[in-house]
């Protein structure tokens, strides 16, 4: 292909990899969660507690609020059930029933206990997916074509 005196180097597209925000107070299944997402091409920011993740997104009881612009923009987020301080679901309660910027934010809950009770609980309260741990690549594809 003759370009003349202009360069014929491919133009690469810019792709943005989807964010996930990943909870879990377990420093080890953080880590290899990330790990999965990362290689399913999404960029991923771990927090070891509810507490945390609810700071982290400037939706602390004790937070102004950050506003729309400051928020980070999530396309999913991740949430162990089993955690102290506040649990998987009372943060999924948080996110769905009291942050309007969250609503439309997929969330995906994640247990060793599957439980058919605690999982009709979380789908009801806002979850678009419950796994049972141990989280797999599989878990992680399904989980992408959710976000949004």
Known sequence: MDCG???CKPIRAFVEHPHVLLVDD???TRKLIELLFTECAC????SDGGVNALEYLGLADDDQSLGEYNTPKMKMICIDYEMPRMNGYELLKKLKQESPLMEDVPVA????????????????????????????????????????
């Not at 960029?43 to 771990?46: C, D, I, L, P, Q």
């Not at 599957?114 to 690549?137: H, Q, R, W, Y």
């Open 109 to 148: 809950v994640m247990a060793s206990d599957n439980d058919p009770t605690l999982v009709k609980k979380c789908i009801e309260a806002g979850a678009v997916m419950f796994i049972s741990k141990p989280v797999k690549e599989v878990d992680v594809e399904k989980l992408k074509t959710l976000m949004k």
């Open 43 to 46: 960029r991923v920011t771990t």
């Open 26 to 28: 377990c420093e080890i």
């Open 5 to 7: 005196p202009y360069s």
